[in-house]
């Protein structure tokens, strides 16, 4: 069945370095768009960033920008987020979602959780 | 980029209808069919329940109906069910063509109670 698995959170000191992981299966990945969304804890969502299938354009919320960088690799159906000058505010479950076409997010993992921390 | 506004909380019982408004401006909910709506329950991962304003995704029950009216859309949901208490979240593409940034918004959230 389709499915998204993510990996890679972990506790890590403000202004650390972390890269997220997230693996697809069930689908044809490099036919999709794929985004990152975060939500601190008791917080509502966040969009975080958005890879085109191809790859060739990315687009981060104002937040992250200049700090997170999203790329893919479709020989491995693998969404990455690295996330550099990590910020207390970061900390919250990463989630990766599909996108059926549009800017919906049809799909979702089960998320991974990222504790900034000194 | 600021959130989209939805109402905090909002509460029926079982049976009724009940709607969440989502409202932003012209430069997304009101310029483009993009509006999504999801369902999450505690602790799990959101789920989509709505997408481009009014299409419900296969499997999801009819129940749900999306609409749009100018800068903001609406989430329906009638003969509420204790399996539709969540949290709801609209969302939206936008475009700020004075930094040429394009992204998605999400709204606060509405926290659903069915009484």
């Known amino acids: 069945q389709v499915q998204l698995v993510e990996s890679g959170g972990g506790v890590v000191q403000p202004g650390g370095s972390l890269r997220l992981s997230c693996t697809a299966s069930?689908?044809?990945?490099?036919?999709?768009?794929m985004h990152w969304v975060r939500q601190a804890p008791g917080k509502g969502l966040e969009w975080v960033a958005f890879?085109?299938?191809?790859?060739?354009?990315?687009y981060y919320s104002d937040s992250v920008k200049g700090r997170f960088t999203i790329s893919r690799d479709d020989s491995k159906s693998g969404l990455y987020l690295r996330m550099n000058s990590l910020r207390l505010e970061d900390t919250a479950v990463y989630f990766c979602?599909?996108?059926?076409?549009?800017?919906?997010?049809?799909?979702w993992g089960k998320g991974t959780t990222v504790i900034v921390s000194s | 980029q600021s959130a989209l506004t939805q109402p905090a909380s909002v509460s029926g019982s079982p049976g009724q209808s009940i709607t969440i408004s989502c409202t932003g401006t012209s430069s997304d909910i009101g310029g483009y069919n993009y509006v999504s709506w999801y369902q999450q329950h505690p602790g799990k991962a959101p789920k989509l329940m709505i997408y481009?304003?009014?299409n419900r995704p296969s499997g999801v029950s009819n129940r749900f109906s999306g609409s749009k009216s100018g800068n903001t859309a609406s989430l329906t949901i009638s003969g509420l069910q204790s399996e539709d208490e969540a949290d709801y979240y609209c969302?939206?593409?936008?475009?700020?063509?004075?930094?040429?940034?394009?992204?998605?918004?999400f709204g606060g959230g509405t926290k659903l109670t069915v009484l």
């Open positions: 979602a599909k996108s059926p076409g549009g800017w919906a997010m049809d799909v």
């Open positions: 481009d304003v009014s």
């Open positions: 969302s939206s593409y936008t475009s700020n063509t004075a930094l040429a940034a394009l992204a998605v918004l």
């Open positions: 890879i085109r299938y191809d790859g060739r354009n990315k």
């Open positions: 069930g689908f044809t990945f490099n036919d999709y768009g």
